[in-house]
């Protein structure tokens, strides 16, 4: 059998804003509404649908995607351009730089709830990048 995820449910405050954001930094184009859901797919088939729920019970999380070279330009001159703060690694310890891990690049940056997002053009380990 092979395993694949199809779709993560992602706590905001607002489903529309969350989903929006996301959509504008990585370049992507927001879905429609199904449901309280407002999906953002990826390339790769898995959907990240958007579920507003009360602030007091959302618990972040990490999300990382894996994109090429000439994508992360373009995420990261959007994630500049809009103000955003970010940092080289998950703890916040290096602000306003991105790491070379693994011989790509990497960044860091919060959402509107505050789910740390991560953009990185190669995967841990040193295999080939998107």
């Known amino acids: 059998m092979a395993v694949q995820l199809n779709h993560t ?11 929006e954001f996301l959509a504008h930094i ?5 879905g429609a509404e199904w449901g309280p859901f407002v999906a953002l797919e990826l390339s790769n088939a898995v959907t990240l649908d958007f579920a507003s729920i009360p602030a007091e019970s959302i618990v972040t999380q990490h999300y990382a995607f894996l994109v090429t070279e000439e ?10 351009d809009a103000g955003l703060t970010y940092y080289a690694d998950p703890h916040g310890k290096q602000p306003g730089e991105i790491n070379h891990n693994d011989g790509g690049r990497g960044v860091y ?9 991560e ?3 190669r995967p841990y380990g040193g295999g080939d990048g998107a």
């Open 9 to 19: 449910i992602v706590h905001a405050r607002d489903n529309r804003e969350s989903a």
């Open 26 to 30: 990585l370049g992507l184009e927001v």
């Open 71 to 80: 994508e992360f330009d373009g995420i990261f001159g959007r994630i500049q």
């Open 109 to 117: 940056f919060k959402d509107p709830v505050r789910h740390g997002m």
């Open 119 to 121: 953009v990185i053009t």
